[in-house]
């Protein structure tokens, strides 16, 4: 009974999102139209983000209680952005109300939750035409990898729940959306393959790891089965080179990577050179120092975002966490936005070892990152015991799994001498329900799993 319940509510929220996807559909296809049939240049470009930022300070000093007084003078936008302080994910739980539109309409924006994965989930308010442009601008992106709108979308894993779903995405184009969940016995994943082949995908949309963990299950049932699709599209967790390479090799279709954040959406998405171009059409991206000045010359510091369009709650100079570096020449592909170099970000946790020694994660993942895997975890399983679990790629040697291992285990007998760090090559990596495959976990103190209380991302 509790099942049927699930997925009765699953089938309404869905219902409810894509009536509401179907209402917004002629603002997001005339924003569609508009950006395919813009030439753009560095110059048009840049002409495109000074008006739209012009306009947001003018709106955000008149009308958010934040920024009142605050603004400087907009007729030269850059400079008065540039005077603004930086914004925490701190700043707006406290703030919330007042980084939000005094003149706020209801019917016209949504509420929504980020995942929670480097702290406490935030609540942030999108507006419709924050929304419209940002559907759009992937429609671009869609078309710009050569595939119909209509395209037949496939998220493998993507619910707790042993089902299939198929439903029509009209934000996505009037794509054909089908996902089926990460629980069930043999007999349904018989089925799934059964579907996930006769579906015949033309994009797989999803998580590195579960775009992996569908190899592996067609794998385990005789082979992929269907024609190649025209696009593997991972989000949401760092693709590693070596994650990459399986992934095209398998599906025999390319692989692009885009990265983002439940605040602004997607902020920067591969081109066919790998490199993440910035949506600069909506976003300004900032690099930063740990004093806030920009970093010069290409250099690594703080991505910080602002977001040109979205009104109803305005981020100015958002601080996501994450370590990047602008691009400082053109990309080979042609397109003029700026490209974004992304660096191993937000520590993703911390070991608490005796005496309540806290441990970065980082320093036992930079030794496995320099081993080509197809994707690793690692587990304090109890205060004296870390696993280092892996799926190992046909080139990946013993002796540079051992190696990585004691190089781990040496920065944790560092601090902690009494630890045991063991190499597990299994693959058997620990999932908590439907979330997005986590690269540390404590079973120790879960708190640790996630960044402090105060910190930015």
């Given amino acids: 009974m509790p099942e049927r319940a699930a997925v ?36 048009s470009l840049r002409e495109l983000q000074t008006g739209r930022l012009r306009a947001m300070l003018t709106h955000v000093a008149a009308a958010v ?42 019917d016209r924006c949504r509420s ?30 869609t078309h710009d990898h050569g595939l119909p709108l209509d395209r037949r979308v496939l998220y493998p894993f993507h619910s707790a729940l042993d089902r299939w779903f198929e439903y029509t995405a009209p934000a996505y184009g009037l794509s054909r959306i089908a ?33 992996l963990e569908l190899a592996d299950l067609l794998t385990a049932h005789g082979g992929r089965g269907f024609p190649a699709p025209g696009i593997v599209s ?50 300004w991206v900032e690099v ?13 510091g703080e991505i910080v975002v602002t977001n040109l ?25 042609g397109r003029p936005h700026r490209a974004l170099r992304l660096v191993a970000g937000r520590e993703p946790g911390r070991l608490r070892l005796a005496g309540g020694i806290l441990l970065g994660v980082r320093a036992l993942a930079l030794p496995l990152l320099a081993v080509p895997l197809a994707r690793y975890q690692i587990i304090q399983r109890r205060p004296d015991l870390v696993e280092l679990i892996v799926a190992p790629l046909p080139q990946t040697t013993a002796a540079a799994l051992e190696k990585a291992r ?27 329900g439907a979330r997005k495959m986590e690269e540390f976990i404590s079973l120790v103190d879960d708190s640790l799993v996630d960044e402090p209380e105060g910190a930015s991302g």
Wanted: hydrophobic letters at 40%; charged letters at 25%; aromatic letters at 8%.
């Fill in 8 to 43: 009765e509510e699953r089938i309404r929220v869905y219902r409810g999102e894509m009536i509401f996807q179907a209402h917004l559909f002629p603002e997001i296809y005339a924003r569609y139209q508009e950006y395919r049939r813009r030439d753009e240049t560095a110059a």
């Fill in 65 to 106: 209680p934040a920024y009142r007084g605050r603004v400087g003078d907009p007729g030269d936008p850059w400079a008065a952005l540039a005077a603004l302080p930086t914004v925490a994910k701190a700043d707006l739980r406290a703030g919330f109300a007042d980084h939000c539109d005094d003149g706020i309409d209801p």
């Fill in 112 to 141: 929504v939750q980020t995942s929670g994965t480097t702290g406490e989930p935030l609540r942030i308010v999108h507006d419709f035409e924050h929304l419209a442009h940002a559907y759009a601008l992937g429609m671009v992106r």
């Fill in 179 to 211: 996902e089926f969940g990460a629980v069930g016995d043999e007999a349904y994943w018989v089925d799934v393959v059964d579907r996930v082949r006769g579906y015949r995908p033309q994009a797989i949309v999803g998580h590195a790891t579960r775009c």
């Fill in 234 to 283: 991972t989000w949401g967790e760092r693709l590693t080179p070596a994650a990459a390479e399986r992934l095209a090799a398998f599906f025999e279709a390319p692989v692009r990577d885009s990265y983002g954040m439940g605040e602004v959406g997607t902020i920067a998405a591969q081109c066919a050179r790998g490199a993440y171009h910035i949506e600069g059409e909506r976003l």
């Fill in 288 to 300: 930063l120092d740990e004093a806030g000045a920009p970093v010069p010359g290409g250099g690594i």
């Fill in 309 to 333: 369009i979205n009104r109803a709650q305005p981020l100015l100079r958002y601080r996501t966490g994450d370590l990047g570096a602008l691009s400082a020449e053109p990309c080979a592909c």
């Fill in 406 to 432: 004691d190089q781990a285990a040496a920065a944790v007998h560092a601090l902690d001498p009494g630890v045991r760090v063991e190499l597990r090559a299994d693959g058997a990596f620990v999932r908590r």
